[in-house]
Structure formats: C-alpha cells, structure tokens
C-alpha cells in the first residue's frame, strides 16, 4: 500500500455527525459545529463503515474452533500488527490493548518494577499525573516549564539528584489544555542519558500527528481510539515488553492463564501467559481494537503531511481570529507562536467560561468545552491571577478549599473539521463580545441554560 506524502492541503475526512442538526435557542435548526475532538473525536465514516461490514462475523476471540471465532482471531491479532506499524514500533515491541489512555498508563504503573521513581511535570493530564502514586511509586512532579528548553534544563537537573534506581519519565506529546508540541525526543534522549525510561501520552498527539516510536525513542506510548476518530472504548498501550512480562498480570482471569491447576494443598497455581495476552484477561474488545486498526489505516493512507498542512492552516485562521479579539486571551506555556495541534483554550474577559460556552451552544450550534479540562495544576497555573467573571448560571470546576474558581474554554479540532466551523466560532465570539448574548441563562442542575430571550 502506498501512503501519501504529499503536502497539497486535504478536503476535511468524513466523519459520522457531518450533517446532523442542532436546536438553537430560538427554535431554528443549524448545522452542529463539533469543535471538542479534544474530549472525543467523531468517528470516521471509514471506521464505522468497516465495523458495519465485519459486525455480522462478530465472534468470540482466542477461544472458538468456528469459523466466525477464527475470523475474529485473525481479525484481532492483524489489528494489533496494523497498531504496530501505526506507530512504528520496534522489533520485539509489544501492542496491548486497553480500554482507553488512563487504562494504559494505570496498567503500566502496576508493571513498574517496585523502588522505581517516576518523573512527571505537573502539566499532565490526570491520566498520565495520577496513576504512579495511586500505584504505591515514589512521584518527583516537576514545575511547568514556560520553554521546551527550559522543561528539558529541569528534567536533567532532577534525574542528575535523583537516588539509583529504575527511573520513568512520564511526559505528554501535545497538551490537552493549550495543544501545544512537548520536546519529546530531546526530553527522551535526557532520560536515557540519566539510564530513565519514557512512556509517552500520544493521547491529543497521534491524532494530529505521524508518531515514530522508533525515532522519538520512547520506552512505551499509549494513546486511546475515541480521540483517534474509532468509538467503542478502547485504547492502547505498546512498546518494550521485558516490564510488562515480569509484571502480574493486571488483571487475574482466562486469556491471561497459560495452565492453571490444582496443587495437592488445595491450593491453585497458576502459569500466566507472556506477551500482550498476559495483560488481556478476559473477553477483549475486539470491535474496539478493529476500529483503532481502521482509524490507523485511514489516517495513514490519508498522508500526515496532507492532514498536518490543512490543521495548521485552521490553527493559524483560529489564532489570528482570535488575536483580533482584544477580550480574549489564549493560554499558552510555551509563549505565543508555540507550535500547537488542533487544540487551544482561552478566557473571555468579563465572561465566566461556563456562560460563553453555554452561548456558543445555544444560539451558534457550537460544540466546545468549558472547565478545568482534567489537568487542574496546569489550567490554575495557566490562569495565574486571571480575574474569572461571576456567572448567571453553570458552575466551573470545584476549586481547592481557600482558591478561586476557575474555569478556561477549549477549542479543539481535527481532520473532519470543515473550515466553515473555524469561521463561525470567530464570528459567534465576536459577536457575544461585542454585542452580549442574546438570550438570558439559568443555572439547571450544574449546567448553563437558555431560558429567555434578552429584551432590548
């Protein structure tokens, strides 16, 4: 199969939701504008159509002589091999298969070798911050850095004072919160310097952008297939395979069992299995895994230069609209200009985050996300002193006791994005800045409401 390597600009992919309508406010109907990728991507239409065409030889998998169970096999273990090359793995490389990115990486924190420390900044999201210390490891959380080059200066400062002993580096390819592009090979090439390993959050990255496990160097990536336009919750987790076979398995049941038997004491004992099936117990997901193989085959015959062209374009239209908006700011960590995926986040001065998303919904048809965005430290940090304007309704994320609330808007998008949808959010947050919202809102249960239109 030849992939595409040409930088020639792509139409938007298709993707399942392109022409479904939304209710406004007023009662009208408008096209729905699905600018939260960042959350969940809309599934491909190649994706669903694949699914759609194996679903009718749907059958159990690793544990049927039928047909339909050996299809399924093949099906599951060819997903994982289409993964592998996905992400160009090395050899000896494993590709397991998970529910989603904080499966992977609470599934990796239970393989960690016990007396590891693990290195993490406080700029991750909470799937990639929380799982080593819910593991019972030793977490050293590093200060958010305000240049790559400077988050490379603190890591190799930490690691030079860290005790001996297996060291882990857990570090995000593009933030969930400001999009921005981390220093993953020059971060990865300062921790094996130090004898530290890497696992990559691809989580907001592999969507957007071709991810080289061989060239970034990494020690394990993982990433979760409802970000990758593939539904039916599954994830992944891939890389070396000498932790994840000295591990218990993660989870205890059939798949993982090479022989169990009972022991003269009454006890059982029991062999586990080694490679991906050791941390696969139970029926997998193999929908899921099918689905995740699709998407990669989508975007890689689609040509990541094409798709990485076409967002950068909406990320310069998205960014230069905004910056015409003198009440808008955009959180950023690396400065202005930082190279960044499909995903920005930002305040409105005078507005409460809550409301103005509430607006852009209820009188734009615009889908965008308002909060904390599971990577609090970050987005409080990001905000600083940010004065965060009193609502009519909806409720930002809890603060810690004694801090502010606060709250952010994220825009996010990806290869089905149409230009079209990029235009009218800047219009829409034009026209609420300078004109107001046009219906007055109520708090309903958490959530902010249209309820009656403004008079005036």
Not at 150 to 164: F, Q, S, T, Y
Request: with cysteine; charged share 20%.
């Amino acid at each position: 199969m030849s992939l595409s390597t040409s930088t020639e600009v792509l139409a938007p992919l298709a993707v399942l939701g392109s022409d479904v309508q939304v209710p406004l406010a007023s009662g009208e109907k408008v096209g729905y504008a699905a600018l939260d990728y960042a959350a969940s991507a809309p599934a491909l239409q190649r994706v669903w159509d694949d699914v759609a065409a194996y679903a009718p030889y749907y059958g159990s998998v690793h544990r049927g002589a039928g047909y339909l169970s050996q299809l399924s096999t093949d099906l599951f273990e060819q997903s994982r091999r289409t993964v592998a090359e996905f992400l160009d793995l090395r050899e000896g490389d494993q590709v397991v298969f998970t529910r989603a990115t904080t499966d992977s990486l609470n599934l990796l924190a239970a393989a960690v070798p016990a007396g590891t420390r693990v290195f993490a900044f406080e700029t991750e999201h909470h799937a990639s911050l929380l799982p080593w210390a819910h593991a019972g490891l030793d977490v050293t959380y590093l200060r958010a850095p305000r240049s790559r080059a400077e988050a490379v200066a603190a890591l190799d400062a930490a690691l030079a004072g860290a005790p001996e002993g297996p060291k882990l580096l857990c570090v995000t390819g593009a933030s969930n919160v400001t999009g921005e592009l981390w220093p993953v090979a020059e971060l990865t090439g300062t921790a094996h310097r130090h004898g530290a390993r890497v696992v990559l959050d691809a989580a907001q990255l592999a969507p957007h952008h071709r991810v080289s496990v061989r060239e970034l160097g990494v020690d394990w990536i993982a990433f979760s297939g409802h970000k990758l336009y593939a539904p039916f919750g599954a994830g992944v987790l891939a890389g070396r395979a000498d932790w994840l076979d000295a591990a218990d398995p993660y989870l205890a049941g059939g798949g993982a069992t090479r022989t169990v038997a009972r022991e003269a004491d009454g006890s059982v004992a029991v062999q586990w299995q080694t490679g991906p099936a050791r941390h696969e117990a139970g029926s997998p997901n193999v929908i899921g895994a099918y689905a995740i193989a699709s998407a990669c085959r989508a975007l890689r015959e689609a040509g990541f230069d094409a798709l990485e062209a076409r967002e950068r374009q909406l990320v310069e239209r998205l960014t230069a609209g905004l910056a015409e908006i003198p009440e808008v700011k955009v959180l950023n960590l690396f400065g202005e200009g930082s190279a960044r995926v499909g995903v920005l986040s930002f305040v409105v001065r005078g507005w409460n985050s809550s409301h103005f998303s509430a607006a852009l919904s209820a009188e734009y048809g615009i889908g965008v996300r308002d909060g904390l965005f599971c990577a609090h430290p970050l987005v409080r940090t990001l905000l600083g002193d940010e004065d965060v304007a009193p609502s009519e309704c909806g409720a930002p994320e809890p603060s810690l006791p004694g801090e502010r609330s606060l709250n952010a808007i994220r825009v996010s998008f990806g290869a089905g994005t149409p230009d079209e949808h990029v235009d009218r959010f800047l219009t829409a947050v034009r026209e609420l800045v300078t004109d107001g919202a046009a219906w007055n809102y109520r708090n309903e249960g958490g959530r902010c409401v249209a309820d009656s239109r403004r008079e005036g």
